[in-house]
C-alpha cells in the first residue's frame, strides 16, 4: 500500500456518492456498492466465525477466503479489472471435499444453529448468497466477472460443510427439519414468567 490513511473521513460521500478506485463516482445505492458493501459484510461474519473456530486448518482456510473476498471487493470497485480466478474456486472444492469427507452422509434438512460458531457461519452462509444475489443483478446491466460469480456459489457451499463442521466440533448436533413434527404445548404445570 503505498500511501497510508492519514485522516478516514473525506466529507466526499456526504452527497451520497462514493468513489470508486478507477476514480468515478457513483451513488451509494448503486448496485456495484451494493455488491461491494454486501462482500464485505460477508467478510465481516466470516472474522465472526473465526473468532469461535479452533482447528488451525480451518482457520487457516478462513482467513485466505478472507483474503479472496477483499481481492472480490477490490474487483468490484475496479470495474474492467477481474482478479478473481478460476484457481480460487477450485481451491475451494478441494477443501470443500476435503472437509464434507470427515462428516456423516447428508440424510435430511439441516436447520442453521448446533453451536454458536455453526450459526454464525451459518449466517455467513446466507450473507453469501445475498452477495451473489448482488452480483447477478449487477451481471444484468454490467459486465462482471463470471469467476467471481462462480466462486461465491461455491463459498456458500464451503460454508455449509464448514458450518456441519463446526457443529459436531463443538460436541453439537445438527437441528434437523422434521416435515412430520408435532409443535411444542405449554404445560399446564410450568412456572408463570414475571
Given at each position: 500500500?503505498?500511501?497510508?490513511?492519514?485522516?478516514?473521513?473525506?466529507?466526499?460521500?456526504?452527497?451520497?456518492?462514493?468513489?470508486?478506485?478507477?476514480?468515478c463516482?457513483?451513488?451509494?445505492?448503486?448496485?456495484?456498492?451494493?455488491?461491494?458493501?454486501?462482500?464485505?459484510?460477508?467478510?465481516?461474519?466470516i472474522?465472526?466465525?473465526?473468532?469461535?473456530?479452533?482447528?488451525?486448518?480451518?482457520?487457516?482456510?478462513?482467513?485466505?477466503?478472507?483474503?479472496?473476498?477483499?481481492?472480490?471487493?477490490?474487483?468490484?470497485?475496479?470495474?474492467?479489472?477481474?482478479?478473481?480466478?478460476?484457481?480460487?474456486?477450485?481451491?475451494?472444492?478441494?477443501?470443500?471435499?476435503?472437509f464434507?469427507?470427515?462428516?456423516?452422509?447428508l440424510?435430511?434438512?439441516?436447520?442453521?444453529?448446533?453451536?454458536?460458531?455453526?450459526?454464525?457461519?451459518?449466517?455467513?452462509r446466507?450473507?453469501?448468497?445475498?452477495?451473489?444475489?448482488?452480483?447477478?443483478?449487477?451481471?444484468?446491466?454490467?459486465?462482471?466477472?463470471?469467476?467471481?460469480?462462480?466462486?461465491?456459489?461455491?463459498?456458500?457451499?464451503?460454508?455449509?460443510?464448514?458450518?456441519?463442521?463446526?457443529?459436531?466440533?463443538?460436541?453439537h448436533?445438527?437441528?434437523i427439519?422434521?416435515r412430520?413434527?408435532?409443535?411444542?404445548?405449554?404445560?399446564?404445570?410450568?412456572?408463570?414468567?414475571?
Open positions: 500500500m503505498g500511501n497510508r490513511l492519514t485522516r478516514i473521513y473525506t466529507r466526499t460521500g456526504d452527497d451520497g456518492t462514493t468513489g470508486l478506485g478507477d476514480g463516482r457513483t451513488g451509494k445505492d448503486s448496485l456495484r456498492i451494493e455488491a461491494c458493501g454486501t462482500v464485505d459484510e460477508l467478510n465481516s461474519v472474522g465472526l466465525v473465526l473468532t469461535q473456530a479452533t482447528s488451525e486448518e480451518l482457520r487457516a482456510c478462513l482467513v485466505e477466503v478472507q483474503q479472496t473476498l477483499f481481492d472480490l471487493g477490490g474487483e468490484l470497485s475496479l470495474p474492467g479489472q477481474p482478479s478473481i480466478q478460476r484457481r480460487q474456486t477450485e481451491w475451494l472444492e478441494v477443501w470443500l471435499n476435503h464434507n469427507a470427515r462428516l456423516p452422509p440424510e435430511d434438512f439441516v436447520l442453521p444453529g448446533g453451536s454458536l460458531a455453526a450459526a454464525h457461519c451459518h449466517v455467513a446466507t450473507v453469501c448468497r445475498r452477495a451473489e444475489r448482488r452480483l447477478v443483478a449487477l451481471a444484468r446491466g454490467e459486465a462482471v466477472n463470471p469467476e467471481s460469480l462462480a466462486y461465491l456459489n461455491r463459498l456458500s457451499d464451503f460454508l455449509f460443510v464448514v458450518a456441519r463442521m463446526l457443529a459436531r466440533m463443538g460436541g448436533h445438527e437441528p427439519w422434521h412430520d413434527r408435532e409443535p411444542p404445548r405449554p404445560r399446564v404445570d410450568s412456572a408463570v414468567m414475571p
